[in-house]
């Protein structure tokens, strides 16, 4: 099974590839998709897309693991953050590829075993369970990190369903 994880924001989209055979993970790929805070919204969200689609169509991931939506107090950021995780959901849609979507909270709590855990303790856990050279860019790591999320929770007995 291949695993497209990302954890999206306007200007520092992470992603994530795992293959997954049994019970082993291995990354397939990871970094994440810049946009320069000069570009206009619409141009981020061009960028996004666009390498989301690239990101399918070269890797061809069974599932999208996501982060789900989060609440904050400023209306405008995320009202930004909705639109360019509608890019990446849209790229997915077009391509028939499930996606499943994780709070960030559970993701932390199955990687580091505590849902308020640190960036830093997530870029570390992720280095470990994959056994990467070097730590990831946040952004890649909270990528992984929603992709091995799904992995441990599709080897439950209940499985998630996409949204």
């Known amino acids: 099974m291949i695993v497209l994880g990302i954890d999206t924001s306007l200007r520092s989209t992470g992603y994530g590839v795992l293959s997954v055979e049994g019970s082993r993970m291995r990354c397939v790929a990871c970094?994440?998709?810049p946009n320069k805070?000069?570009?206009?919204?619409?141009?981020c969200l061009k960028m996004i897309h666009a390498k989301v689609v690239e990101?399918?169509?070269t890797h061809k991931p069974d599932?999208?693991?996501?982060?789900s939506v989060i609440y904050g107090k400023n209306a405008g950021t995320m009202l930004?953050?909705?639109e360019a995780r509608g890019a990446v959901l849209t790229a997915a849609v077009d391509a028939d590829v499930p996606v499943y979507e994780y709070e960030p909270r559970r993701m932390k709590k199955a990687i580091c075993g505590n849902g308020l855990a640190?960036?830093?303790q997530t870029q570390r856990m992720?280095?470990?369970l994959l056994g990467l050279a070097e730590l990831?860019?946040?952004d890649a790591a909270d990528a992984l990190g929603l992709a091995i999320c799904h992995v441990h929770a599709n080897s439950l007995i209940s499985r998630e369903k996409p949204i």
């Open 37 to 43: 805070a000069t570009l206009p919204l619409t141009a």
């Open 63 to 67: 599932v999208m693991a996501i982060e």
């Open 118 to 120: 640190e960036k830093e």
């Open 55 to 57: 990101l399918i169509a």
């Open 126 to 128: 992720v280095k470990t």
């Open 80 to 82: 930004v953050l909705g």
């Open 31 to 33: 970094g994440n998709i």
């Open 136 to 138: 990831p860019q946040n």
